[in-house]
C-alpha cells in the first residue's frame, strides 16, 4: 500500500490499507496499525481529503501517543503540519512542525 501510495495509486492504497488495518487490529498488532492509518491520512491528504486526512492522523495520534514507536510518531506530526498548511492553518503548522523537529 505504501509503495501503491508513492506511485499515485492512492485508491488501490487506501483500499488495502483498510484491509491491512483490519487484519492488523484483529491480530493485535497496534504499532502496525498505526504506522497503516498514518500512510492512509497521507493518502487521504494526496486525494484532497484534508478533513478526513486531519481526523485519521489526530485519532491515530491520540490513540496512539503514549507507546507509538518514534519513526510513525514522526510521521504522524509531519502529516499533521501538512495538514494544517492545507487547512492554511499556520498557528497549528508550526505546533505540528515543532513536535516534528
Known sequence: AETEFHLGDYETARTRLVGAMAQAAAGGFEAQRWRMACTLGEVQL???????????????????????????????????YRVALARGDSAQALASLQEYH
Open 46 to 80: 494526496a486525494r484532497g481529503e484534508v478533513e478526513a486526512a486531519a481526523a485519521t492522523l489526530t485519532e491515530t495520534l491520540r490513540g496512539s501517543a503514549a507507546t507509538q514507536p518514534r519513526a510513525t510518531l514522526l510521521r504522524l506530526h509531519h502529516a499533521l
